[in-house]
């Protein structure tokens, strides 16, 4: 989970502050269990508000080159430069062995 922004926890409070303030001078209440439902309300308010600020845009990172590995040692396989040998199986010596047909 990523963690809160500033402005979201600045925005958020702010909200729960103001929002407590103006529903406690509006409604008039005493009692504690009034004061409790709008703190109640005022925290659920606060936190939609710090939910909603939109997140700040990643910059585009450069695009990578992937880089062949090698599925049975999980090595680095040396890129194909010679535009020659495109083939991997013939430019491989081992490999190439391996796929020679045999001569008579």
Excluded: H, W
């Excluded at 702010?14 to 529903?23: D, K, P, R």
């Excluded at 910059?59 to 080159?65: E, L, S």
């Excluded at 680095?76 to 190439?96: I, T």
């Amino acid at each position: 989970m990523p963690r809160p922004t500033t402005a979201q926890i600045t925005y958020g409070s702010v909200t729960v502050v103001f929002s407590t303030l103006a529903m406690l001078l509006l409604s008039q209440t005493a009692s504690g269990v009034g004061i409790a439902v709008i703190v109640l309300a005022a925290l659920g308010l606060g936190l939609l508000v710090a939910m909603t600020v939109p997140l700040p845009k990643q910059p585009a990172a450069p695009a990578a080159r992937a880089v062949p590995v090698a599925a049975s040692t999980g090595e680095r396989v040396p890129e194909q430069r010679d535009p020659v040998r495109s083939d991997p199986v013939r430019s491989d010596p081992v490999l190439a062995d391996s796929v020679r047909e045999p001569t008579r």
